[in-house]
């Protein structure tokens, strides 16, 4: 089946530094996607999200960028912090449903 | 965004027994959904729950092994049965954004982490 996944496991990050994850998904039907923070011990908190008729959407420090055409998404985060540290996950929707399908998570960790 | 909780936040269990998490949000929803999260795992969607009717649940996940109830809009009760070590997870409640918003977005609850020896 379809699914969504992400290019790299791990990111290594020196505090101050900017992030950038990245998410391949394969369902050219999905129309939502959302990202995801989850730390040690927690459930995943909401991040950010952006829909398919966007193609860049700005939060506080971190910007999501969507490419409909090679099917990619990718999470920006300015200036990471320490408490940036935790798994990052993206997830897809598809119009009508309200299924999300997770990619595997990226674990950034940021180094002091 | 709602508050979510879980109870309990983590247990122990030995195999071939039954565990109920239950979920508990601050608002009337909808939809709330049961994820499972293996150990390194991303999460895997078990099944949704809406009020007044039986969860539909996804493929691979059986209403035996996984009873859900969803007696109100604000709670609902996952129970992992008959269990064994593969089991052992952490299990996630979520509920549709109370915004109401065209797409669906979900917020979770803080998991309850399940070791099965």
């Known amino acids: 089946g379809e699914s969504v996944g992400l290019h790299l496991p791990t990111l290594s990050v020196q505090e101050g530094d900017n992030s950038i994850i990245n998410c391949a998904y394969s369902n050219s039907a999905s129309d939502y996607f959302i990202w995801y923070k989850q730390e040690s011990g927690k459930g995943p908190q909401f991040i950010i999200d952006i829909r398919s008729n966007m193609d860049k959407r700005q939060g506080q420090r971190v910007t999501v960028l969507l490419n409909k055409t090679v099917k990619h998404l990718s999470l920006q985060i300015a200036a990471t912090q320490p408490g940036d540290s935790a798994v990052y996950f993206c997830?897809?929707?598809?119009?009508?449903?309200?299924?999300?399908?997770f990619g595997a998570g990226t674990t950034v960790t940021v180094r002091a | 965004s709602a508050v979510i909780s879980q109870k309990p936040s983590r247990d122990i269990c030995q195999r071939g027994t039954s565990l109920t998490i239950q979920c508990q949000v601050d608002?009337?929803?909808?939809?709330m959904f049961w994820y499972r999260q293996q150990p390194g795992q991303s999460l895997t969607l078990i099944a949704t729950a809406n009020q007044g009717s039986e969860a539909t649940y996804e493929s691979g996940f059986v209403i035996d092994k996984f009873p859900i109830s969803r007696p109100n809009l604000t709670f609902s009760t996952l129970t992992v049965s008959n269990m064994s070590p593969e089991d052992s997870s952490i299990y996630l409640c979520?509920?549709?954004?109370?915004?109401?918003?065209?797409?669906?977005?979900?917020?979770f609850g803080p998991g309850t982490r399940l070791t099965v020896l």
């Open positions: 997830a897809e929707t598809t119009p009508n449903d309200y299924k999300l399908s």
């Open positions: 608002s009337q929803v909808t939809m």
């Open positions: 979520s509920v549709e954004g109370v915004e109401r918003r065209s797409y669906n977005e979900q917020f």
